[in-house]
């Protein structure tokens, strides 16, 4: 989009920028296994007699295998964290909530112990680490944000108390490329970046410690047909990226190769009947946040206000997408997506102070998102006054302590 349309799509509306159990580190989510014992019993015929007492330690051969009764479809993550822009450079941090088992609620939000960041906007967890990628408030004059290149984004690298979910010793993660940075995500071997206003993905070299190195992008970076990347989900050998310009959106479909981590192809991962951009300026879904579970993937429609759920075939691509309204529920800015069990939750960004919310979907036949509402007790900063507004993430964490 040129200079002029950027320019043009500010004065009408602000453009923003995985649960961790569907994409990225921070443990594999199950939960233990549960054993059921048959339990029942017999009464003896008063004309046999009583058979004696088996011996303890022999196995009774007629007693059925024990039923394992784990639901295994629904893991269970000991925290959500969110991250808190703030309202100015060196006010963000992160706020780490309890997640309930019964019904998916978030409780005790607090602190998550990592400090003061510049600027959060997006979270992952691999390896024992949490990154988060720094967008600060007020780096440059707002009418500047999308057009200098020496916005001052920056990856931090926190550890992760793999009992208590307490981020400490948090720094930068010495990743060298920091221009228009909105998300970024860690295999363990190499990480990846996506450049918003540079419509590029960049793959870094993670060294020891969890060093995030040598950042570079990929060359022809207009083959892979981006425009203005905010999100990404990893699945297997292939990264789902939502292109967040609203006279451009789409979601691409891009190909890993595991041993050398180059990516050497991007394509449009709708194959359904399903419109991103509709024809005319400035009526894309304006895609924000991605997230994908199995078959389906989740995501987030800023200019909407809903979240769209596709199918996934077996080539990858959409075979069908559908919207999900959030009927009944107050939408500002939504942003992000993440699952956790057998619910979705959104973040729903807010220009004032203290207002951001987060909203609770669950999750219902066929992928379907019903009876969503924003999780009540629950507000954060989203520190959305730039013209160039980002917001807030939300993933989740499986710690030992639940194991």
Known sequence: MSIIKRATAAAVIAIPIAMLAACGGGGDGSTPNTTIPDGSTTTPDPTTPTPTTP???TPDPTTPDPVDNTDYSAPRASYA??????????LGSILKCKVSETDGALSDCADSGGGSFEGPISLTFSGGYAYIVNKPVGAVALEHTWLDPNIAHSIWKCSVDTATGALSHCADSGANEAVHIDDFYSTGSYAYMVQRY????????VEGEGKAANCTGFANPAEFGLHEPASFAFVSDRFYVANSNIDGSSVSMCMVDAASGEIPSCQNANASSFVFDPAGEYNGVQPTGIVVNGPTAYIVSKANKNVIS???????KFTSCVENPLTGVSVDSLNRIALQGSYAYITNNAQAASTGSVIKCEIGAGGKLNNCAAIPGLSFDSGLIDADSNGSDIRFLFTASQQ
């Open 81 to 90: 964290y969110i991250t808190q822009r703030g309202a100015a450079k060196g």
């Open 310 to 316: 596709c199918t996934i075939g077996s080539d990858g």
């Open 55 to 57: 011996d303890p330690t």
């Open 198 to 205: 540079g419509d590029m993905i960049l793959r870094c070299v």
